[in-house]
């Protein structure tokens, strides 16, 4: 049986649509200070255009040594699908397809009732799609799995993020967890920075269900709440002790802007 494919949903609007110019740019954006990658459990990653989060993203990604196997986390941007949605389409990529790990996508929809295999949630959501560029010029066997979070419950995050370990360990591989996530939308920097290093600091206590209440709690307009909590959970699960704050910026060091800006985070989670 043939499968599905999906289609770039912002290719040319979010990040160059030209497999050459696109290659320049991530090299560009990757060159990591460390010559030595780091192995992580996971890692926290902007997803708006390049031009104002590929810095973040880029010296972020380009510090991990990527495995072959990457579990995508990211918010539903669209209000399209399901709530908690994996897609197992093979995602076109201007730099090349990039397929699903489908053993592993089989074996997490098994373990969990909460995440249904969905492709309408990915169709147009832009979350995944802009880390796809950095992990290809970091692995070049990479292989995914795609999962699209909505608002749900605590209980829900903590039996989606269990499951992922359950499976992950269950794999024998070596895998990372991206986590898809912008930081406070359109608030004055003064305001977003201090809402931001709040959460942030929430992160490196490494506690998912106050990390989810805080963010949930205060209004805070962190969009990828969802996934960074399922991330935390997972990797809490696998043994990972620590985080480290790669870089926050945000939009307004681009756009001169600081009266309604996008906060942005790379974090590692060890």
């Known amino acids: 049986m043939e499968r599905l494919t999906r289609s770039p949903a912002v290719a040319g609007r979010f990040y160059p649509e030209d ?16 010559v030595t990658k ?9 997803h708006a255009g390049y031009v104002y989060s590929g810095g973040v993203a880029g010296e972020t990604i380009g510090q991990i040594d990527v495995p072959e196997t990457v579990v995508l986390l990211g918010p539903n941007h669209t209000g399209k699908g399901l709530a908690v949605g994996l897609s197992t ?30 492709e309408l949630a990915h169709r147009y959501e832009h979350s995944l799609e802009v880390q796809l560029p950095f992990l290809q010029i970091q692995q ?12 749900i419950s605590y209980q829900a995050l903590e039996e989606i993020g269990l499951a992922l370990a359950a499976v992950i360990k269950r794999s024998g591989k070596e895998v990372l967890i991206l986590a898809s996530s ?22 490196a206590d490494m506690n998912p269900s106050i990390l989810y209440r805080s963010v ?44 309604q800006v996008v906060g942005y985070a790379g974090v590692l989670i060890f």
């Open 89 to 118: 389409a093979t995602w076109e990529m201007p730099m090349g397809p990039v397929p699903v790990n489908q053993d592993f996508a089989q074996d997490l929809l098994n373990e969990t009732n909460y995440i249904k295999e969905d």
């Open 140 to 151: 070049p066997n990479l292989s995914i799995i795609p999962i699209s979070i909505a608002h």
């Open 182 to 203: 912008d930081m406070t939308h359109y608030e004055p920097r003064a305001a977003a920075e201090k809402k931001d290093h709040y959460v942030l600091k929430k992160l």
């Open 19 to 34: 497999s050459k110019s696109l290659r320049l740019s991530i090299q560009e954006l990757c060159s990591a200070k460390s």
């Open 216 to 259: 949930t709690g205060h209004s805070i307009s962190m969009c990828g709440i969802m996934p960074v909590t399922v991330a935390l959970i997972a990797a809490l699960e696998l043994g990972a002790t620590k985080t480290e704050l790669v870089r926050y910026t945000d939009s307004g060091e681009i756009t001169g802007d600081t009266d």
């Open 38 to 46: 780091k192995k992580v459990l996971a890692v926290v990653s902007p």
